[in-house]
Structures are given as structure tokens and as C-alpha cells.
């Protein structure tokens, strides 16, 4: 039974992200029907990131990189996380979780989504924002490797 109420609670956390945590499916006014479930199956596959996110924060599973990003994103991952770290590394500053997993990923995006590290752990709306962030550093280094 207990399970059951975990799974559920799963479910709720990603509605809860596509309908008030940054994607705000509801208000969204778009008449066409075409374009509304384009828009929907966008906000759905960045809603299960921002779940996937969301769950490993505290790492639980120790899902690996490649269930929530791309496995070759860990070099840029590292290139942020060392950037967010810091010279001189305190317990809070640093990243606890290891490379490689998406807990690791977690931090990162949240911290790039504007989490300190001191207000608790960072929630849905934050990922997402941080989550958008990473896809902008991301694209900027495929265009700047195209250019060189």
C-alpha cells in the first residue's frame, strides 16, 4: 500500500511541475488544437526531466546521468559545477553527490536555477528555470564548437 501512495506521489510531483512550476500548462491560450499538443508533448517530455531532477536530489536511487540527460553533457556538467563550487569549497558549496549521477546533475541545474544551497533543497520551479539555463549553455557550446 505504501508503495502505491509513493508512486501517487510521484504522479502528483510531475502535474504539480507542468501546472504550476514553470510550464503552466492551464494558462496557456492557444487556440489552435495543433499547437496546443505540440505544446503539450514539449511540456510533457521537460516536465519528466524536471520530475527526474526533482527526485534526485537527495539521490536516492543513484540513477545515472543518461536517464534524465545526454551522457556526454557530464564534461559541461563539471565545467558548471566548478564554476558554482567555487575556489575554496565549503559543505555547502560543494557538490555532495558523485559524477556521473543525475543527483550530481540535480545540483548543478538547481544552482544554476538561482538555489544557494542555504533555504532548504531546490524545488520544481527552480530546476525548471535552471533546467532552461543549462539548455542555453549547452546550445552556446554546440554553436560555439560549429563556429571554431
Known sequence: MLNFYLKRWIIEDYFHTLKTSGFRIEDANISDPELMLKFLAIAAIAG??????????????????????????????????????????????????????????????????????????????????????YYAIKYGTQLQGALV
Open 48 to 133: 519528466v526531466t524536471v520530475t527526474q531532477l526533482l527526485r534526485a536530489r537527495d539521490n536516492p536511487s543513484g540513477q545515472c546521468l543518461g536517464h534524465a540527460l545526454a551522457p556526454d553533457d557530464a564534461p559541461l556538467l563539471d565545467a558548471v559545477c566548478k564554476d558554482y563550487e567555487g575556489p575554496t569549497l565549503t559543505r555547502r558549496q560543494a557538490n555532495p553527490h558523485p559524477r556521473g549521477l543525475m543527483g550530481y546533475a540535480a545540483w548543478v541545474i538547481a544552482r544554476l536555477g538561482g538555489w544557494t544551497g542555504y533555504c532548504g533543497k531546490p524545488g520544481a520551479l527552480n530546476l525548471n528555470r535552471g533546467l532552461q539555463r
